[in-house]
């Protein structure tokens, strides 16, 4: 061991102190507390040198280059803000799509498939007025036709046809109803034939549908559950939908009216028919 004395013990101490500090500074010991600061373009950077733990800026914090740039306040996203006239313009093309959307979906006959609809089987008792019980010999085609009968629903329907075994009015029936609020009764089963569409009555199945407007129109729920049928029986039995018709073009008959009247909406039901069928 090498002993010192005087100005030699004086700077042999000097030194280990600045080494202790600079130690300190650097290790976190404890004669460190403040640190130091680094000052570079404009921003003073505080590196907490004690224990590694924190580095803190007083810069201001922002993923917004561009609103910085420009001056534009930024959102809590990050994002720039939007001006009025943006935000109007947003919010216009989103009505827009919304009643777009909606449309699509009210409108008679879209997004209507050609799945099995619910149906109400209620089969008419065989009698030689309504039901003859009589074999079908194929499915060549589909008969629309309109009740005649306004406000009627689609079982006031039935029990008419089902009384005509006591009433002998007349003959007359039909293998499916359809109401005004879109129910669909059954009253023959599709193997057999219905007194509905005179010389076609033994290759047809036959479809009568209720309504409330006066030019016998029928509405959304009625005419969905029709094409949805129509495009379902078409699938079941290897039809399309030419072969669905109307009982005018059997007999001449004005029926269904609207549709006699409006020929171009029986050609969009066909189309529907033939979208419904064609998706499947």
Request: net charge positive.
């Amino acid at each position: 061991m090498r002993f010192l004395k005087g100005k030699d013990r004086k700077e042999e101490n000097s030194i280990c102190g600045r080494s202790a500090r600079s130690h300190n500074g650097i290790t976190g010991g404890r004669g460190s507390s403040t640190g130091y600061n680094h000052k570079s373009a404009g921003n003073t950077h505080k590196y907490r040198t004690g224990n590694y733990k924190r580095f803190e800026s007083t810069a201001p914090l922002t993923h917004d280059r561009g609103a910085a740039q420009s001056g534009r306040p930024a959102d809590r996203t990050g994002l720039p803000a939007l001006s009025g006239k943006t935000k109007l313009i947003i919010a216009l093309l989103l009505v827009l799509a919304i009643s777009i959307t909606v449309f699509l979906h009210q409108r008679p006959g879209r997004a209507v498939s050609a799945d099995k609809p619910p149906i109400d089987v209620e089969l008419l008792t065989v009698n030689s007025y309504s039901r003859p019980g009589i074999p079908l010999d194929k499915v060549n085609g589909i008969v629309v036709h309109y009740t005649a009968n306004q406000h009627s629903s689609a079982l006031d329907n039935r029990n008419y046809f089902e009384n005509l075994q006591y009433t002998h009015v007349t003959k007359a029936s039909a293998h499916f109803i359809i109401g005004t609020e879109g129910e669909i009764v059954q009253c023959i089963p599709t193997a057999e034939i219905a007194y509905a569409s005179n010389s076609r009555n033994g290759d047809t199945i036959s479809i009568e549908c209720c309504y409330d407007n006066d030019d016998g129109s029928f509405n959304t729920a009625t005419y969905n559950s029709l094409v949805q049928l129509a495009a379902y029986l078409c699938a079941r039995f290897g039809l399309t939908s030419d072969d669905v018709i109307r009982h005018y073009d059997v007999t001449g008959k004005l029926c269904p009216i609207y549709y006699v009247k409006h020929p171009d909406k029986w050609q969009d039901f066909r189309d529907d028919v033939e979208r419904a069928y064609s998706a499947a």
